[in-house]
């Protein structure tokens, strides 16, 4: 028979192998964010190059309707999509380049903006001053370091790294796109190979359902930012603003990603207003925004893509501020289908159905 001793000493070795197992799993989560962050070119450029295939596979579906064999659909998709790229690269880009030309025009009017709230700034900073300063207090002398300003090249230099990856990973996105298309069956027959037999169904199943929901999330993301797009250049060029079309476009867009998007979406018009919008207009513009961004997050965007993406606002809210912490501005594009394919995932392990559970509305 146990005596109380043994009990005692049974309960402490247990205790002592959970903590050890939290502490390995802390570990192993912090390796695993630390490993996400320094592959930060290769997961965005292979995250980004899967979207684009899940874009454009119904085309290549479609031609291997008629006939046509894969890697060829794959290859005209492909090549369609990069003309279009940069199409759109050429014509947007001319129009930022007018924008930003046009936007000094309005210089005194925002610094007159900024110098009413910098005096009263100043004023506060001086109250402030007089009641914390004391008149017996010695002053002493700052050390100032004189640095000489770095020139064209030193700019170049310092950001050639950056630039240098970016465009690395933008070469092989065309190349990584093809091969998604042109050996998807046999991509998808692997993964599911990866599993033992017993587990090969709900693998089967759980990839099925991630490659749905992703299917809905673009075409959901895709139409909701062309409305958003539609009716925001319309309210701006109603109001006068000037490249509303360019503005409306990229405001709309801005405007379908969850919580943040809204802040995104209103920067472009009230920027672009400048000189042209008095505060009916502003309210307009905010009102017109605010609603747009309330209306096809929580009405139309659930509705297109169905229940596989019904997410909790506080579960997306953090997984925007995670991704965009580790990848930056494309981690707030990949943060909804990431944290959605998390859920799926979640919900066919029971272990984790909990968080699934928790992720989900």
């Known amino acids: 028979m146990a ?10 070795l247990h205790a002592s192998i959970k903590a050890g197992s939290v502490a390995q799993i802390v570990v192993a989560a912090v390796a695993v964010i630390g490993l996400l962050y320094v592959l930060k070119i290769v997961a965005v450029t292979a995250l980004t190059a899967m979207l684009l295939a899940f874009m454009l596979e119904p085309v290549v579906y479609g031609l291997s309707r008629i006939h046509i064999p894969r890697p060829v659909g794959a290859l005209f998709s492909v090549v369609m999509m990069l003309a279009l790229a940069a199409g759109l690269t050429h014509f947007f880009y001319g129009r930022a380049v007018d924008f930003s030309t046009e936007l000094p025009k309005y210089s005194g009017k925002i610094h007159a903006a900024i110098g009413t709230f910098q005096t009263q700034t100043d004023k506060i900073e001086e ?8 008149s017996k ?21 310092a950001g050639s790294g950056t630039l240098g990856d970016v465009l690395l990973a933008v070469s092989f996105m065309p190349f990584l ?23 090969r169904l709900a693998a089967h199943r759980t990839v099925g359902r991630i490659s749905a929901m992703i299917r809905r999330f673009i075409v959901g993301s895709v139409l909701v930012g062309l409305a958003n797009a539609v009716i925001s250049s319309v309210v701006f060029w109603r109001l006068g603003i000037p490249y509303f079309y360019f503005l409306g476009t990229i405001s709309g867009f801005a405007s379908s990603i969850p919580s943040l998007g809204v802040f995104l979406a209103l920067l472009p018009p009230l920027a672009g207003g400048i000189g042209v919008l008095d505060k009916t207009g502003i309210l307009i513009v905010v009102i017109a925004v605010v609603g747009l961004h309330i ?8 509705q297109v893509v169905g229940k596989q993406l019904r997410l909790n606002p506080l579960a997306v809210t953090l997984a925007l501020l995670f991704w965009a912490w580790i990848w930056g501005a494309m981690g707030l594009l990949l943060a909804v289908p990431l944290v959605a394919a998390t859920k799926i995932i979640c919900d066919y392990i029971d272990s984790l159905r909990g968080l699934g559970a928790w992720l989900g509305d």
């Open 177 to 199: 796109v093809y091969f998604m298309l042109s050996w998807k069956d046999h991509a998808h027959s692997a993964t599911v190979r990866l599993f033992p037999k017993e587990h």
């Open 295 to 302: 209306v096809s997050i929580n009405v139309i965007f659930p």
């Open 127 to 134: 109250s402030a001053r007089s009641v914390m300063a004391s």
């Open 137 to 157: 207090a010695e002053k002493r002398p700052l050390p100032v370091e004189i640095r000489d300003s770095p020139g064209l090249s030193g700019v170049i230099s």
């Open 3 to 12: 005596t109380a001793a043994d009990l005692e000493e049974a309960e402490i």
